[in-house]
């Protein structure tokens, strides 16, 4: 287990100013997440649920640089965050690949940008196309990949800048279930080989449980952290039918608990 902290919230809150519905004109502050106070460790696979509103993608748009707390501050390896950086890559729900671009190509794209040469961009495509399965597509463009091939696309794109952390916020959700358990599985394979930090947001409870060695529950609006669950299983790869396992559907009973008692004041999708 790493022990070495990656990230850590020091009793951040984040408010937006948004248009008060009630009168034309005005508008009021909408707290997002409030005095969240937790750390995420060096090579952690942390997975983040709550009700809908609660302020998980506002949680890694702040890790991500894109936000800044209105107070408080958000730390990696030590330091304030103060905006984006390659350091951290983010794979989204959809995949936002170039359509005009082979798998490969949409690899290259980011590491052009960045300046690296061309065989060199060559040899980290082809190694993170393996990497995700996807070696013998390469050289398709997006409408001949499928939904799970297109988010593999989107993984090894991140990967290829080689971040120290990576954020996905629900990167399944809109894939079918049998895909989405093929993909988890080799989610799990991807970062046994990297050793990258994942933070993973995800509406799913067996998912967060499959996935997370933590599993951080958030309360509805405002966000705030309801209870960290260490999830005690090893070797999850090895077991075909993990989710049958009594530590699963222990764990899984806890975070379910956990947020069927936040029904009442927000509304878990």
Known sequence: MPTSEK???EN???????????QKGKTQQFTAVKDLDFAVREGEFITLVG???????????????LSTPTRGRVYMDGQ?????????????QQYALFPWKTARGNIEFGLETKGVPK???KDL????????????FGNRYPHELSGGMKQRVAIARSLAFNPDVLLMDEPFAALDAQTRETLQSELLSIWQKTKKTIIFITHGIDEAVFLGERVVVLTPGPG????????????????????????????????WSLLHELEYKGAYI
């Open 125 to 136: 495509a082809e190694q993170y196309l393996a990497l995700v399965g996807l070696s013998a």
């Open 119 to 121: 065989q060199e961009r």
């Open 51 to 65: 009700p809908s509103g609660c302020g998980k993608s506002t949680l890694l748009d702040l890790i991500s640089g």
């Open 12 to 22: 951040v809150t984040k408010t937006f100013t948004v248009r008060d519905s009630k």
């Open 7 to 9: 990230i850590r919230f």
């Open 224 to 255: 705030t952290l309801r209870k960290i669950v260490d999830i005690p299983l090893k070797h999850r790869l090895d077991d075909a039918d993990l989710r049958s396992h009594p530590e699963f559907v222990k764990a899984r009973h806890e975070v």
């Open 80 to 92: 304030p965050i103060t905006g984006p950086g390659l350091d951290r890559g983010i794979v989204f």
